[in-house]
């Protein structure tokens, strides 16, 4: 629907600039013209048709669920809640309006500043901490899953000015006629003093613009992104970019969560965070979004993805994954090569089918942090027996988000 800058909606909310977009959806940053509530809103916009307001209403039911099972446990503020829902007609039907509390850049924009070097240390184990925590939230109080933690749904809290920062930004943008790429959001987040980016403005805005704008979420993306790491495949990735230790995150996009007991789909998670047992159609529980949150805490500490599978159909892509996860755990215990619905089309008697083991080089976490990203063996031992306590492949023997709230390398401090 038809949505401009300065319009009011549900006589409330007046609209102030894009915010992002997915696949169901186009968010608006709003300034809530009552006086109770947040003084600014997310608004998120559903598509109208039949199929995209099933998914807004389970959604609404998710966020409702998350907004009221338990508001004083501690991972209650890492998760991002809805403040009200409504619905706004079009000629193309009716479409679902949620507001959400208001936040800023996205992990994936963190990782994109550092030029994909990485994160401090300090900081990926903060943002660890807290997606853990809203998680122990989602899964033990509201029992739901996630199913899409990727660095994209991970969202940077920020201040009332940051927010006039960006509506002013826009306001000037729009006097000096620059046509703005649809996902535009400040790169003003990081001060350059603080941040290790050469870039000036002018060079991000279409960069980063483009590459969001003709891309949704999936994997057109994703070969984009793998694109912009070959360019810079010159880059010295050992040094990772200052950041504020003191960042506050929270968990994004219920548009994909589920039931514990009542899932919508067997196939889930976005391909490089998805987890072995849904590869394999073993079925998934809470443990698959712990798969995840190993992939993302190897990603913002190293700027790449723990597992960036190839493969032009899903058959392919599937075996390159499991070759992947192979490699990095130094083999797959034989009885979960024997779980699930895929698992014949992947492994016969306990080895990858059509791949002769002199194809595969064992290539443990440890070591690939060592000789790769050059970190020290001392860093590497606690950070990559972390690591393989959540990309374990036994989905009952992965650690639960509060049990790795408890791990060693969360708890120690080096900031
Ligand atoms: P979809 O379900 O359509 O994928 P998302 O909930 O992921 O939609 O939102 C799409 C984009 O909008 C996000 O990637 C992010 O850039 C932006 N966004 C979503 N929620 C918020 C929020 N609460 N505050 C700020 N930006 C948001
Ligand atoms: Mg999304």
Known sequence: MPINTGDVLKN????????????????????????????????????SAPMFTAVANDEIRLLQETRTVNPNHVGY??????????????????????????????????????????IQVAAVRRIIFQVLRGLTYLHEECHIIHTDIKPENILIKVDENYIKKLIGQMERFSEMGVDLPRS??????????????????????????????SSYPGNMYFSEMTNYRERHSQTDFSTPMWVSPNIEIKIADLGNACWVDHHFSPEIQTRQY??????????????????????????????????????????????DHLCLIWETLGGIPKY???TGTEFKKYF??????????????????????????KWK???????????????????????????????????????
């Open 377 to 415: 063996r001392l860093d590497a031992i606690p950070f990559a027996s972390f690591l393989s306590s959540l990309v374990e492949p036994d989905p009952a023997l992965r650690a639960t988000s509060s049990q790795a709230l408890n791990n060693e390398w969360l708890l120690s401090t080096d900031i």
């Open 184 to 213: 535009y959001v400040s790169s003003e987040f990081w001060t350059k003093q603080e941040s290790s980016l050469h870039d000036s403005e002018e060079d991000i805005i279409p960069r980063f613009g483009e590459h969001r704008a």
């Open 336 to 338: 979960i090569t024997e």
């Open 274 to 319: 998805r987890a072995l047992e849904v590869i394999l159609g073993a079925g998934y529980s809470y443990p698959a979004d712990l798969w995840s949150i190993g992939c993302l805490a190897f990603e913002l500490a190293t700027g790449e993805m723990l597992f960036s599978p190839k493969g032009s159909s899903e058959h392919s892509a599937n075996i």
């Open 77 to 118: 503020k890492n998760i991002v809640q809805m403040v009200d829902t409504f619905k706004l007609i079009s000629e193309n039907g009716v479409h679902n309006a949620i507001s959400l509390e208001i936040m800023g850049p996205s992990l994936l924009h963190l990782l994109m500043q550092s030029d994909f070097r990485g």
């Open 348 to 373: 016969a008697n306990g080895h990858l089918k059509d791949v002769p083991a002199d194809n595969l080089r064992i290539w443990k976490i440890e070591d690939v942090l060592v000789e790769k990203y």
């Open 12 to 47: 409330q909310y007046k609209v102030c600039r894009k915010l992002g977009w997915g696949h169901f959806s186009t968010v608006w940053l709003c300034k809530n013209l009552y006086k109770n509530g947040p003084k600014y809103v997310a608004l998120k916009i559903c598509k």
